[in-house]
């Protein structure tokens, strides 16, 4: 598999774009999974699925887990500075696709989560690749549920369940980040 140095590039620069049209896309599917898709849905409330025994979340927190991922794999392919664009535009996108009530909320749990993924990765990502993603995600993901419950509903009701529905997008796509992992190091595909 001889390619140029160019062809490396291009390659590896394709994919980050991937990675970063998966993590805009993250953002607009997870505000719609939340009105739509659940065993449980509710006229004034997000729509909830099961998460582990006795544990509901609303949807959308599914998708959120895989984000944490996603912006971790930009941030390898394409570097700190297209990361950190995203997290800026990922932020008003958010703010803007909330409902009214929700928009403070969502927009600061979604920029200070990914900037707490962003500085617990970028220290890791050298040291191992997974290692990197889960540790950063789990501390994404914690800063997000908590800010954002206390922000949108004064309290922690439910943050076990948002928890555990990140975490489970986390835990279910490290498979692939070390098979990605792996491949990198035979292509000789290096972080940015």
Same mark, same amino acid.
């Given at each position: @598999?001889? =390619?140029?140095? %160019?062809?490396?590039? &291009?390659?590896? =620069?394709?994919? #980050?774009?991937?990675?970063?049209? #998966? *993590?805009?896309?993250?953002?607009?599917?997870?505000?719609? @999974?939340?009105?739509?898709? %659940?065993?449980?849905?509710? &006229?004034?409330?997000?729509?909830?699925?099961?998460?582990?025994?006795?544990?509901?979340?609303?949807?959308?927190? +599914?998708?959120?887990?895989?984000?944490?991922?996603?912006?971790?794999?930009?941030? =390898?392919?394409? #570097?700190?500075?297209?990361? +950190?664009?995203?997290?800026?535009?990922?932020?008003?996108?958010?703010? /803007?696709?909330?409902?009214?009530?929700? /928009?403070?909320?969502?927009?600061?749990? *979604?920029?200070?989560?990914?900037?707490?993924? *962003?500085?617990?990765?970028?220290?890791?990502?050298?040291? %191992?690749?997974?290692?990197?993603?889960?540790?950063?995600?789990?501390?994404?993901?914690? /800063?997000?549920?908590?800010?954002?419950?206390?922000?949108?509903?004064? #309290? !922690? &009701?439910?943050?076990?369940?948002? /928890?555990?529905?990140?975490?489970? @997008?986390?835990? !279910?796509?490290?498979?692939?980040?070390?098979?990605?992992?792996?491949?990198?190091?035979?292509?000789? *595909?290096?972080?940015?």
């Amino acid at each position: @598999m001889a =390619r140029g140095s %160019g062809g490396l590039v &291009d390659s590896r =620069r394709t994919e #980050g774009f991937l990675y970063l049209a #998966g *993590f805009g896309a993250s953002i607009p599917l997870s505000n719609w @999974m939340i009105g739509h898709v %659940g065993v449980v849905c509710s &006229d004034t409330g997000p729509c909830l699925l099961p998460v582990g025994p006795g544990l509901l979340a609303p949807s959308g927190v +599914l998708v959120v887990g895989l984000a944490f991922v996603l912006r971790d794999l930009v941030q =390898r392919r394409l #570097g700190k500075g297209w990361t +950190l664009a995203a997290i800026a535009l990922g932020a008003l996108l958010s703010g /803007v696709l909330a409902p009214s009530a929700l /928009v403070v909320a969502s927009s600061a749990a *979604f920029a200070v989560s990914e900037l707490a993924d *962003f500085a617990v990765y970028t220290p890791l990502q050298r040291r %191992g690749l997974v290692l990197a993603v889960l540790a950063s995600s789990a501390v994404g993901l914690v /800063v997000d549920s908590v800010l954002f419950l206390k922000l949108a509903f004064g #309290g !922690l &009701d439910f943050l076990a369940g948002q /928890v555990v529905g990140k975490a489970w @997008m986390v835990l !279910l796509s490290l498979p692939l980040v070390s098979w990605l992992r792996r491949r990198d190091e035979r292509l000789g *595909f290096e972080p940015a």
